[in-house]
């Protein structure tokens, strides 16, 4: 697990959820184990580490998906195992991981955006920054790294309207995104400057950053619990509310495989809207 961990260094993220992973296999596992001893009864008594004993710092049983995430890494250690020789039966194939958990997606209607953009925030960077997220689907990460070198003004399109696109590589995926932006988006960067210098300078991720972000969503009127992140959940609601196909969304969120924005279909789902009126409409009295 050591090995699998190492390999992932350079994604923070990652390599975080494999660190807590290995410890919590640490914890379960007995002293001087050798690949003898595995099993399924091991494997079946890890899952159960994790579902029953297993605690978050603040001494919390671990959520639905950390679950999920935790055993696939052990999962994949496993199987590495296999493949490389170092276990003579792939007993991880007969055990059951953890199902995926479904996590609310908070997002901002399209009013409830209207009234943030109109709406004062003690941080204009932050805003500026929000709102384009809210505009390209951007990832905090990617935005928080954008380079003037990678924003494009391509001139005029066939139709004699500006064209803007971003060219980046996205740091969760590490894959490279061709990213076409609109003239809104575009004017939310302001004026162009050197081509190393970041666009969104300044832009720092902090406690302060987050609690200037509600405050500024309370100062709109807004009480859901809004995150930066929720500025992309956003981002994907609007696309198919006003008619972008889930595959397109999908390529420009960057989403490697088209289940994870199903999920945002889902949200959207007008004939559940008009389902919960369907039912005619009761004369109720209360004595």
């Not at 971003?166 to 809104?184: A, C, D, N, P, W």
């Not at 859901?224 to 595959?247: C, W």
Request: charged share 30%.
């Amino acid at each position: 697990m050591s090995k699998k961990k190492e390999e992932r260094y350079q994604t923070k993220g990652n390599y975080d959820n494999w660190d807590a992973a290995q410890k919590h296999l640490e914890r379960y596992c007995p002293a001087h184990i050798t690949f003898n001893d595995i099993d399924i009864k091991f494997i079946k008594g890890f899952r159960k580490h994790l579902d029953t004993v297993a605690v978050t710092k603040s001494q919390k049983g671990l959520s639905q998906n950390t679950k999920h995430t935790y055993f696939n890494k052990f999962k994949a250690c496993l199987n590495a195992a296999f493949d490389e020789g170092y276990l003579k039966e792939n007993f991880i194939k007969k055990v059951k991981g953890f199902s995926m958990g479904e996590s609310t997606r908070e997002y901002l209607t399209y009013n409830e955006l209207q009234k943030l953009s109109q709406t004062p925030c003690t941080i204009p960077l932050l805003k500026r920054a929000f709102l384009f997220s809210a505009l390209t689907g951007v990832r905090w990460s990617d935005i928080h790294k954008l380079k003037w070198s990678e924003v494009r003004d391509e001139g005029m399109d066939d139709s004699g309207n500006p064209t803007f696109r971003i060219v980046f590589q996205q740091k969760k995926t590490e894959g490279v995104e061709y990213l076409y932006i609109s003239q809104q988006a575009r004017d939310l960067l302001g004026e162009r400057k050197d081509p190393k210098q970041r666009v969104f300078k300044g832009l720092r991720y902090s406690a302060h950053m987050n609690l200037q972000l509600l405050r500024w969503c309370m100062a709109a009127g807004i009480t859901k619990h809004i995150t930066f992140h929720s500025a992309r959940h956003t981002n994907a609601v609007l696309l198919l509310e006003n008619g972008a196909d889930i595959y397109t969304v999908s390529k420009r969120l960057g989403h490697k495989e088209i289940r994870t924005t199903e999920i945002y279909a889902k949200i959207i789902d007008k004939k559940m809207k008009e389902a919960a009126n369907l039912l005619p409409k009761l004369e109720i009295e209360f004595l």
